[in-house]
Structure formats: structure tokens, C-alpha cells
T-cell receptor
Framework: TQLLEQSPQFLSIQEGENLTVYCNSS?????LQWYRQEPGEGPVLLVT?????EVKKLKRLTFQFGDARKDSSLHITAAQTGDTGLYLC??????????FGSGTRLSIRP | DTEVTQTPKHLVMGMTNKKSLKCEQH?????MYWYKQKAKKPPELMFV???????INESVPSRFSPECPNSSLLNLHLHALQPEDSALYLC????????????????FGPGTRLTVL
């Protein structure tokens, strides 16, 4: 069974700082999705990465997929309070169970 | 329309009540999901419907009964729940993959916050 581990579990930083969170898999990802979930809401898809080494940018967010497709990172530049939320990763195309990573809870202080 | 809607937004019920959660999407997706999410935890998959047929039941207790009346609607019927069933219940939809594996990018609804007294 594939296991997805996210780190750190919790991160609290000041507005304007940069941060990176990680998603690591016990097996090769087919393709990876990153979501952000705000309190009381459903997860919202941020990006899908498919190719090893792929880098995608979404405004201040940079997503990187490892060359071996077993890890991914999300870097946020100049964090804003609106970035606060639970960040989840998920591998959606394998034939194994549908699972999310354990999540990183991000809190941006004004 | 890329929205998944869920009703009600909040539900409080007693342990002897019968209630239903509803989910609707009009994106033409043929896979729909129910998840349960406890506070500060990731969502946990409960059920998957693919082409209106139940394809995955993650050993969910029978007090939760899913129903997919058509390709746009998904219901979750609740009966004799326990206080520990209190959680955020999320619905999602996606296209199924041709390979029959996992089911493509998922779009989530806002959830129903359920409290069982």
C-alpha cells in the first residue's frame, strides 16, 4: 500500500516570509495533486504534476516534482494570510487506494 | 459549471434520527465519492461510485448507506449514528480513468458539517 507522508505537519510563520512543504511517497507517483483546504470548506485543487522534474508556478506558489517521481515540494514566496490552510497531496492515477497525505497545516500570522 | 454542491451545510441529529446528505455536480463526471474528515485530519475515503455503481466501500458501517440515483446526484443516508460519527462529510467528483484505476482529478464540494448528539 502506498504511503504519502507530508512534512512539516504544522508550520506557523510571519506574513512575508517564504516556506516550503513536502510530500513523499513510499512508491513512485503516477501523478500528484496538491490541494489547499480552508477551515470548514472542501479541498481545492491547486495543481497536478505528472512528469519527473516538472516545475509549475501558480502566482507565488512553485510546485516541483522530483526526478524519480517519489517526492514533491510546494514553495510559497512572500506568504500572505490568505495562504493559511491545510495543504494536502494525493496520487490519483495509480491502481491503489485513494489516499491523501497526512497534510501540512499552515498558519500565516499578520 | 465546475461546482460540486452539497446540502445541507450543517446538520445536527440525534442517534435515533434518519437523515440524508445530498451532493450534486453538473460537470459530466461519472465518478463520485464520499469522504469523512475529522478535525485536523486529512479526508478519509468512504465510498466511490463509478458509472452510478458502487465500486469501493471502505468497510464503512452499515449505518451509512450511499445511493447514486443518477450521474449527477449522490446521497448518503444516515441512520442510528453515533457521536463519534460527527465530522465534515465531503463529496467529490471526477472522471473515471479508462484503465479502471484511480479516478482522475477530483473536485470537492464544501462539505456538510454533521453533529450527532
Amino acid at each position: 500500500t502506498q504511503l504519502l507522508e507530508q512534512s512539516p505537519q504544522f508550520l506557523s510563520i510571519q506574513e512575508g516570509e517564504n516556506l516550503t512543504v513536502y510530500c513523499n511517497s513510499s512508491s513512485v507517483f503516477s501523478s500528484l495533486q496538491w490541494y489547499r483546504q480552508e477551515p470548514g470548506e472542501g479541498p481545492v485543487l491547486l495543481v497536478t504534476v505528472v512528469t519527473g522534474g516538472e516545475v509549475k508556478k501558480l502566482k507565488r506558489l512553485t510546485f516541483q516534482f522530483g526526478d524519480a517521481r517519489k517526492d514533491s515540494s510546494l514553495h510559497i514566496t512572500a506568504a500572505q494570510t490568505g495562504d493559511t490552510g491545510l495543504y494536502l497531496c494525493d496520487d490519483y492515477s495509480s491502481a491503489s487506494k485513494i489516499i491523501f497525505g497526512s497534510g501540512t497545516r499552515l498558519s500565516i500570522r499578520p | 459549471d465546475t461546482e460540486v454542491t452539497q446540502t445541507p451545510k450543517h446538520l445536527v441529529m440525534g442517534m435515533t434520527n434518519k437523515k440524508s446528505l445530498k451532493c450534486e455536480q453538473h460537470m459530466g463526471h461519472r465518478a463520485m465519492y464520499w469522504y469523512k474528515q475529522k478535525a485536523k485530519k486529512p479526508p478519509e475515503l468512504m465510498f466511490v461510485y463509478s458509472y452510478e455503481k458502487l465500486s469501493i466501500n471502505e468497510s464503512v458501517p452499515s449505518r451509512f448507506s450511499p445511493e447514486c440515483p443518477n450521474s449527477s446526484l449522490l446521497n448518503l443516508h444516515l441512520h442510528a449514528l453515533q457521536p463519534e460519527d460527527s465530522a465534515l462529510y465531503l463529496c467529490a467528483s471526477s472522471q473515471p480513468t479508462r484503465a479502471g484505476g484511480r479516478y482522475g482529478e477530483q473536485f470537492f464540494g464544501p462539505g456538510t458539517r454533521l453533529t450527532v448528539l
